[in-house]
Structure formats: C-alpha cells, structure tokens
C-alpha cells in the first residue's frame, strides 16, 4: 500500500502558489513544514524547508510581482530579527527553477518591501 500524501489545503492565490512549492520543494527531497500564523505566531513566513545538504530556510510565499501581496506589520517586525539572528528569509512566487535557484543566494524578503520598490 503506498503511503497517503497529506492533504494540502487552499483558500487563495496565495494558497496555491504555496501548494506547488511545497509539492517542487518535496520532489526535490526538503522536508517543508507549512507554519501556520496565529495570535502567537505572527509574523512567522510561510514555510520552514531543510535539505540534508543546503540545511534550513524561512520561506515567505507572496503573489508574482507582489500583486495583492503584502506585509503584515508582524512580518515587518520579525523577518528583520529573524535575519539579524543569524538566519534568513527568502521569498517565493512560483515552483519554478528560478524562483528555486533564489533559495542559493542571500535572503532576499527585503527586497520585495516598499522601501526597495
């Protein structure tokens, strides 16, 4: 009997973008943990990956060219401190080699805030 894939939940665009990610990062052998926001979690990114190999990752997953995508101010707060300890947050858009390839170079969240736009 083969083992049963989770069920993987959608609401909005967001949502599946998120979906196809977490399926190409898991064909790519990462272990992805979808973290889900709360009162006592705010500002945590999407996904936590790890590979055996290229080690952890914070992955936020926004809209391509952030349409109708935003920050949250808890997002704001935190990503900030998140890197300042020694980790970093990256941004996805798509499940694709390129977006992929980002996971390789350094966090690149601020990039997509207003002040870089």
């Given at each position: 009997m083969e083992p049963m894939e989770p069920k993987i939940y959608s609401s909005g665009p967001e949502d599946i973008i998120q979906d196809a990610i977490k399926k190409y990062l898991v064909r790519l052998k990462w272990l992805v943990l979808r973290m889900h926001g709360n009162m006592y979690q705010s500002g945590i990114p999407d996904l936590w990956i790890s590979h055996r190999t290229y080690g952890a990752r914070w992955v936020e997953i926004k809209l391509p060219n952030m349409e109708g995508s935003?920050?949250?101010?808890?997002?704001?707060?935190?990503?900030?401190?998140?890197?300042?300890?020694?980790?970093?947050?990256?941004?996805?858009?798509?499940?694709?080699?390129?977006?992929?390839?980002?996971?390789?170079?350094?966090?690149?969240?601020?990039?997509?805030?207003?002040?870089?736009?």
């Open positions: 935003k920050f949250t101010p808890a997002q704001l707060d935190v990503f900030p401190k998140i890197c300042a300890n020694g980790s970093g947050v990256w941004i996805m858009t798509a499940a694709t080699h390129k977006e992929y390839m980002k996971l390789f170079e350094p966090p690149n969240w601020w990039q997509y805030t207003k002040v870089w736009r």
